[in-house]
Every structure is written in C-alpha cells, then in structure tokens.
C-alpha cells in the first residue's frame, strides 16, 4: 500500500492539479506522460529497496526486499516502454512506418537526450543484473558500478522530468517527485557516507581469527566496553576490513550472541579475493560495522512450538546464532536440526558450537555430507551422521513423526538447497508465516514461497500501472 500511495501519488497529484486534460484530447501521450512520472517515482524508490535499509528489510525480510526490487526493476522497464509507446502513438496515423519514424526522432531527438540515456542505462542495469552479474570478477565493482549507473540514471531522468518534459507543471506532483527524489539521495549518502562514519565509530577491531574447518575461518572482534552496537541472535552485518571505503564492504551472519557483547563472532568461508584475506587479519585491525540487519531470529517465533533448523554448507552461521539463542532460553519443546555439507571435514563446524548448547536443549541432529570423511562430532550426543545428498527423506528421518506443521522452520544454505528444502516444508504443511529464510545468494531463490511473493509483486505492480491509465482516461471524461 505504501509502495503504491507513493509512487501512484505524484502521479494522480499531477493529473488532478496541473495535466491540463481537455475533454476529447488525445489519451496515448495523456498516459504516456502519466507512465513517465510513474516511472520516475518507480526509480526513485529503487534506491528505498536496495536491501541496506533495516527499517524496511527487517520488517518484510531482506530476500522479500531484493526480490521486490528486482521485479519492480523490470516493472520499471515496461512503464518506461508505455511512456515511449505513448508519444509514439500520438500521431494520427498508427502506421508502422509513422510510428517507428517518431520513435527514431524521440531517440536521436537531443531535448530528449538525459531520458533516452536514463532508459538505456536502466535496460543495462537490468539486464547485467539478470544475465551477466556472476561473470564479473569482482561482486564489489559491480555493486558500485551497479549503484554509480543507478545514480546517473537518476540524475538524467530527474532533469529529463523537470528541464525537458515538463512533466510536472503542477506543484504537488513537483512536490512529490522532489521529495522522493531527495530521499533517493538521502539514502546513498546515508549508505555511502554515514554508514561509513557509523561503522568506524563503533571501534570494533579484530581480535582474533582461527580456522575451523578447510577454507573456513572463526573472526572475532572486539568492541569497546561502553559500545551502542545491539544486534538479535541470527541477524547480520556488512563488515569492511581494515581502512577501505565502505563501497567494498561484505554482509556476514553473527555467530555469537548478544550477550557475548562487545565480543563478536563471524564465521566466514573462503569464497573469492576479500574473504580470502580474512585468515591472515592481525589483531588490532579496524573492522567497520554497518547493521544490524536481517530478520533471521527469534523475534516475534512461538519458541513453545518445536523448532527446526535447516542449514547447508556455511548457512549454519545464523542457524547457529538461533540455535545458541534458543538454548539460552532454555526452551523446552524439541528442536530439530539438519545440516548438510559437501566435505565431510566440515562438519568440525559443529564440533566447537554444539556441545555446550545441548545441556540446554532438547536437541536431535541430522548431519549430512557428499564427499570425504564425515568428521563426525563424537562430543554431541542424539547426533547421526551420513553420506548422501539433502532430500525430503532426511527430513522426515529426522523429525521422526513429529507433525512439521506445528513447527517453525528456519533455512540457510545454498539456493538449490534453500529452494529444496522450502518446497519440502510446504508440502509437508509448514505454514509460510513459520518459515524463516535467509539467502546468501537473492538472485536464485526459486522455492514456491518465492514465486508466490513474485506474484504477489507483479499484481501489487500492475495495480500502479492501471491505475494510472484509469486515473488518466477518467481526467479526460471528466
Ligand atoms: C545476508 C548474508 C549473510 C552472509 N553470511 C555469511 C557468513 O556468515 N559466512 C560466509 O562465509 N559468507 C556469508 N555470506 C556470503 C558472503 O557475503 C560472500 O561470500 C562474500 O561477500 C564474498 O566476498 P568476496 O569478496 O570474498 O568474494 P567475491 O570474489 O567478491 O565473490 C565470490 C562469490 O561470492 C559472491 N558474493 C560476493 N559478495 C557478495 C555479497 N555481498 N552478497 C552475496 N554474495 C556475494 C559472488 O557473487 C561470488 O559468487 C553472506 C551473504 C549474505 C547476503
């Protein structure tokens, strides 16, 4: 609702106050310029749902946040081909020849020029977003490519808006389009500059670091005694290492618990060049802390239901924030967990984490692994170990009768995993609300929860689009 009050708003402000519509005017560059300032709302609240704003990801989730932002990513596409569509059917004739030589003077028209660049720089940013993302070396250039093109664009498409278009010659669709335009602006230098300030503020540094299993490394930071950092078990942070820019900066789960404060724990897996660095950190090393964020944890969970936790490969990092939470708790209903892994050897994981937990927990665990030895973890009691690959009959193995629809669930691990495991929970009639997820990876989730959000979005979407069409048809009748 806010989504659609916000970005419908200006538009309705402009038709209503300012459009100018005459009965009998010609309604295709009517709504071609209702799409426009559409669009331009749509563009500016990008920047609302970029994932590192908690007010908003913490409250729907942060794979919900990136999901919505990749779908309105393509809506935003669509409304910008309407708003060209439009000026290309203002012409009397629709004749295909007309109509593609309108088009061909709209693009190489040069008043016209900051929003034929602002269009093709977003189709780019989409479709490197889409398609070309993981063939890029290194994630951080393309997020600050990413996030510098998204500003160009906006910058082009606010001048095209204002200078050329005239699309908002009244005040309150003015108005609105520059108070979103500044709370675009607002959350870069929030992100860019105050998280950065922030972040070092919090004189966190690093501690100590211990490898924990192959490729897999234990940091721990230390903050001041008096520090303002809080977090809830099972949430994350994006650390910068050392005196970077915060434009490098890395999000990790927190493995410890609150009250481990002002100790942090973060376990992180030797995935690419700046995880890659984290073994050799000497203590005493600046560590910049932007967070917390993430919606992984216990708020808001009925803890008297049984709980289970499914995690894959280094998704054990927040299951085991929840888990340390839940034995402080000293919960008394069971909790499940499952944990598949590729190299038996990292199941040393659990070694170090679980033993003191289980004296507090009723705890039953499934551990599984593809290749290697499974290390098994001969300190854990009710623990089996097997080879095989993650399935729906582990699953069941594990809760032992027990009905998953009285449960809440929480999963984290790989995107095939993730989506396996989801499909499972739903078919076995865990509620959606019981499910919580988080996603290392947001651009592969594909589990039936997903895809229904994804719905969910496109309706929410289109319901903007028509009603700006009706809000511009009825401004004519009227
Ligand atoms: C919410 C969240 C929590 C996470 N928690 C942990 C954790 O507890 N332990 C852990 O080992 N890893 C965790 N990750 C993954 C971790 O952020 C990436 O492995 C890390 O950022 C890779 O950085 P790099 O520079 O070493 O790799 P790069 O060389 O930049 O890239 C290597 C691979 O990592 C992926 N990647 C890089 N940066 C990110 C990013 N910001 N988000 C998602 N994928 C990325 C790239 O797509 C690429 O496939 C988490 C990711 C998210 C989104």
Not at 346 to 360: A, M
Not at 376 to 387: G, S
Not at 400 to 428: R, S, T
Not at 453 to 467: D, E, S
Request: aromatic fraction near 6%.
């Amino acid at each position: 609702m806010i989504y659609l009050v916000l970005t419908v708003g200006p538009v309705i402000a402009a038709i209503s106050l300012g459009g100018g519509a005459r009965h009998g005017q010609n309604l295709a560059p009517l709504i071609g310029r209702a799409l426009g300032i559409l669009a331009m709302a749509m563009l500016l609240l990008q920047f609302l749902t970029s994932g590192r704003f908690e007010q908003i990801s913490g409250r729907i989730g942060l794979d919900r946040t990136m999901g919505f932002h990749r779908v309105a990513a393509g809506a935003l596409l669509l409304v910008i081909v309407g708003h060209i569509a439009g000026f290309m059917f203002r012409a009397q004739s629709w004749a295909p020849d007309v109509l593609l030589a309108r088009l061909a003077a709209m693009i190489t028209s040069t008043g016209l020029l900051g929003g034929t660049l602002a269009a093709g720089i977003l189709l780019l940013l989409v479709l490197w977003a889409k398609y070309l993302r993981h063939q890029m070396a290194r994630y951080e250039i393309w997020r600050l490519l990413h996030g510098g093109l998204a500003v160009a664009a906006m910058v082009l498409a606010l001048r095209h808006s204002f200078v050329h278009a005239r699309l908002f010659a009244d005040p309150l669709g003015t108005g609105t389009i520059i108070v979103l335009a500044v709370i675009a602006l607002g959350s870069i230098g929030i992100i860019y500059v105050w998280r950065l300030y922030q972040g070092r503020a919090q004189g966190f540094v690093v501690d100590a670091v211990h490898t924990r299993a192959p490729g897999i490394a234990e940091l721990i930071l230390r903050g001041p005694k008096d520090g303002a950092f809080r977090f809830t078990a099972g949430q994350f942070a994006w650390l910068t290492l050392g005196r970077r820019h915060s434009v490098t900066d890395n999000p990790f789960s927190i493995l410890s618990l609150p009250s481990e404060l002002p100790r942090l724990r973060f376990m992180i897996r030797d995935a690419g060049d700046m995880t890659h660095t984290v073994p050799a950190l000497v203590p005493g090393t600046p560590v910049a802390i932007d967070g917390p964020h993430g919606s992984f944890t216990l708020q808001k969970v009925d803890i008297s239901k049984p709980v289970l936790l499914i995690a894959g490969g280094i998704g054990i990092v927040p299951v085991l924030g929840v888990l340390a939470q839940l034995a402080e708790y000293r919960i008394t209903s069971p909790v499940y967990l499952l944990l598949a892994v590729r190299d038996g050897a990292e199941l040393r994981l659990l070694r170090d984490q679980l033993p003191g937990l289980q004296e507090n927990l009723d705890l039953r665990a499934l551990c599984l692994f593809e290749h290697g030895e499974g290390d098994v973890p001969t300190n854990i009691e009710n623990i089996t170990v097997q080879k095989a690959r993650y399935d729906q009959t582990h699953l069941v193995r594990l809760l032992d009768g027990q009905d998953a629809a009285e449960m809440v669930a929480f999963v984290c691990g790989p995107p095939v995993m993730m989506d396996a495991a989801i499909d499972d929970l739903a078919v076995m009639g865990v509620l959606d609300a019981n499910i919580r997820m988080e996603r290392f990876d947001y651009d592969a989730a594909n589990d039936i929860i997903s895809r229904r959000q994804r719905q969910h979005f496109t309706l929410i979407l289109t319901a903007g689009v028509v009603i700006t069409v009706l809000a511009t048809i009825l401004s004519v009748w009227m």
